[in-house]
């Protein structure tokens, strides 16, 4: 297997002084040591990217993602480890970064595009292409001091796209523009995907990291804590956001994780194999804890078998089901139907049941059950299925 990026105990540490000076007089006339402390950015990290793999970073705000990025990119050095690579590498972060605001984006595409390599009879090639991608044909005589920060990264990052490489670094670029853009994005992507080009990709949505990525690591406070397929670990990053899972709650029967206070059983779907357009019909039983009074919001999701979300719900939108967002006393069962719009193939059934007020998971239940669909996908446009859900107290 050949490797396009081998990243070997990266360590990177920051200096933050105690003290900081304005002037070169203020540093000479200082009259003691005012010391400094070490800030441990990344611990050890190590990883192998194989070629034409199209790879995730994940982790919340803090966890050295960012630092990691600019070291691959050659921004930073590390403290100590090594970071070798096959092939050109190209940098799609710090999008804009060269722009001038005086100047018209007109003339900004142009000044970039030099910076990233392109000449001027290169740039007049590909700038309609440029505009078009940018959606932003009416402004390019404006100065760019006049567009929002989310029109200079449409228009950067369009002028990124033009660049070839054996390896792209994108960060985050699905968190601006409209969905126009981001559809053109999501085209992108896949077509990077298809043309076999080694991608590393760092982004907080984890429906992103499982469509696109092969594999993934999860940082955390600047350690490696998570590596594995892209759906192992958009759930250890899903979970950080959560309480510790029970003891008792991990099991044959799937992963649970949230407070305990509420517990789902004896989730079912009916059928297990479908091969018409009946509705699937998914049960389950919730038990709170004793003394448990709080209003309680349920969710459902169906995923592939890849773990892409295609469905899901929950009594927030579920009209009907609004009436159950009250103290639970006793043992309800639950009850969604859902419309067979899916596809051929194999899907599982995650359950979610949070506090109404908070939002804090009381039981989130991965897998806790699994359906077939086998026959041909449906042809006709349905849009915004409506999934409803009815509790029934249990006595």
């Given amino acids: ?61 803090g966890s050295g993602k960012s630092t ?57 090639g590909m700038y309609d292409d440029i505009v078009e991608f940018a959606g932003l044909s009416q402004f390019m005589d404006q100065k760019l001091k006049n567009y929002s920060s989310g029109m200079q990264v449409r228009l950067a990052f369009s002028i990124a796209t033009r660049t070839k490489a054996d390896i792209l670094l994108l960060d985050e670029v699905l968190a601006v523009g409209d969905a126009d853009f981001q559809r053109k994005c999501l085209a992108y992507f896949h077509d990077l995907k298809q043309s076999g080009a080694t991608v590393i990709f760092v982004s907080h949505s984890m429906d992103s990291v499982r469509e696109f990525c092969d594999r993934a690591v999860l940082l955390e406070q600047g350690e490696l804590v998570a590596a594995g397929t892209a ?17 008792e709650s991990e099991g044959a029967d799937g992963q649970r994780f949230g407070t305990g206070d509420v517990r789902f059983e ?33 969710g459902v999701l169906i995923r592939t078998a890849e773990g892409t979300h295609v469905l899901g719900s929950n009594s927030a939108t579920a009209t009907e089901a609004r009436a159950f967002e009250a103290e639970v006393t006793g043992s309800t069962d639950i009850h969604w139907h859902v419309p067979n719009i899916l596809n051929d193939g194999d899907y599982s059934v995650t359950l979610i049941a949070a506090d109404a007020a908070s939002h804090e998971i009381l039981e989130q239940w991965d897998e806790a059950a699994h359906f077939s669909v086998r026959r041909e996908p449906r042809t006709t446009n349905l849009m915004a299925p409506s999934i409803s859900l009815a509790v029934v107290p249990v006595g």
Wanted: zero cysteines; a negative charge; glycine letters at 8%.
């Fill in 68 to 124: 990691l990025l600019k070291i691959l990119a050659g921004i930073y050095q590390p403290t100590s480890g090594t970071v070798e690579r096959d092939g050109s590498l190209v940098p799609l972060i710090e999008l804009g970064v060269g722009f001038n605001p005086e100047l018209s984006a007109r003339d900004n595409v142009y000044l970039n595009g030099a910076m990233v390599g392109f000449s001027r009879r290169q740039v007049d």
């Fill in 231 to 247: 759906d192992e670990v958009a759930q250890a990053y899903t979970r950080l956001f959560s309480p510790p899972p029970e003891p």
């Fill in 1 to 61: 297997m050949d490797i396009a990026l081998s990243v070997k105990d990266i360590h990177k540490e920051f200096i933050l002084p105690h003290e900081r000076h304005s002037s070169l007089k203020a540093v000479l006339m200082r009259t003691r040591d005012r010391g400094y402390e070490m800030q441990h950015v990344l611990r050890g990290v190590s990883f192998d990217i194989p070629k034409g793999e199209f790879f995730g970073i994940v982790g919340r705000n």
């Fill in 266 to 298: 004896h989730a079912e779907v009916s059928p297990e194999f479908t091969e018409t357009d009946d509705d699937i019909a998914i049960t389950a039983r919730l038990s709170p804890r004793a003394g448990f009074d709080r209003r309680v919001r349920l």
